[in-house]
């Protein structure tokens, strides 16, 4: 999610060259609003508008939920808020998805299959995702409706 590790940390990249160039090679998942090494070796690419990581990570998030694509046994037992977290992703369907970072519905749903069927996963974020000068902003423009318990 907007780190071009081919420029940014290469032996990790190089690592995932030698494995895309191998038997059984994963799949790669780009997203990012420039072309760069990584993007245009990604199967899929997301080329997402600027400022609209908040609503592509929503999306994304009740795709995997709706589809059951999550250990519901580990988010019981280990978190809290689930249950907000899921009222708060509901409003994000593929096509607002699609309409607020302008990309395709279809490659939204391709990018939860992506992430939901994976047996492994390796993410990488760096500075476009979480150091843009309004990323706390749209971090909280989510939760904004979410009451925390014990608060008013």
Known sequence: MGHNVAETACVL??????????????AMLAVDPRSTPVTRE????????NGTN???MNGLLRLLIER?????????????G???????VDPY????????????????ER???????????????????????QATAAACVGWTSVPVPGTR
């Not at 990249?13 to 994963?26: C, E, F, H, I, V």
């Not at 990604?42 to 508008?49: E, F, G, I, K, S």
């Not at 689930?82 to 708060?88: A, R, S, T």
């Open 111 to 133: 990018a939860a299959e992506l992430l939901g069927t994976s047996e492994r996963l390796l993410s990488t974020v760096l500075q476009g995702f979480y150091q843009s000068n």
């Open 93 to 108: 369907r593929p096509d607002r998805v699609a309409e607020i970072c302008d990309v395709r519905a279809a490659d939204v």
């Open 42 to 49: 990604a199967d899929l690419h997301l080329a997402v508008r």
């Open 82 to 88: 689930f249950d907000n977290l899921c009222e708060v």
């Open 68 to 80: 059951d694509r999550y250990d519901a046994s580990y988010v019981r037992d280990h978190t809290v």
């Open 13 to 26: 990249w190089a690592r995932m060259l030698d494995r895309r160039r191998g038997p059984n090679p994963p």
């Open 54 to 56: 908040l609503a592509l």
